[in-house]
Nanobody, 115 residues
């Protein structure tokens, strides 16, 4: 059974940085696309960043230039470096991985940015 576990969330002041990590476990071949969504209270889930196995990245306009996604293919792990954080970045951040025809999700890690 595939599991994704996020870590690295927390409380940070505006302008600060955090690095989220997402580790996978279970038996599977590889994940073509991994990445991060976020969901703020009362808002829809939003795609933040995605990265393919060849390390092609895609970012939402709201985080371009501030967030960087990376991955370790040997570990099937994905990371999100978040710089210049803003209060509007406050949300639960969920990592995802598509493995075969299935999309797997982590349970999320909370990021809170204070003004």
């Amino acid at each position: 059974q595939v599991q994704l576990v996020e870590s690295g969330g927390g409380l940070v002041q505006a302008g600060g940085s955090l690095r989220l990590s997402c580790a996978t476990s279970g038996s599977f071949l590889s994940s073509e696309v991994m990445g991060w969504y976020r969901q703020a209270p009362g808002k829809q889930r939003e795609l933040v960043a995605s990265i393919t196995s060849s390390r092609t990245t895609n970012y939402s306009d709201s985080v371009k230039g501030r967030f960087t996604a990376s991955r370790d293919n040997a570990k099937d792990a994905v990371y999100l470096q978040m710089n210049s954080l803003k209060p509007e970045d406050t949300a639960n951040y969920y990592c995802f991985a598509n493995i075969g025809a299935v999309l797997y999700w982590g349970k999320g890690t909370l990021v809170t940015v204070s003004s």
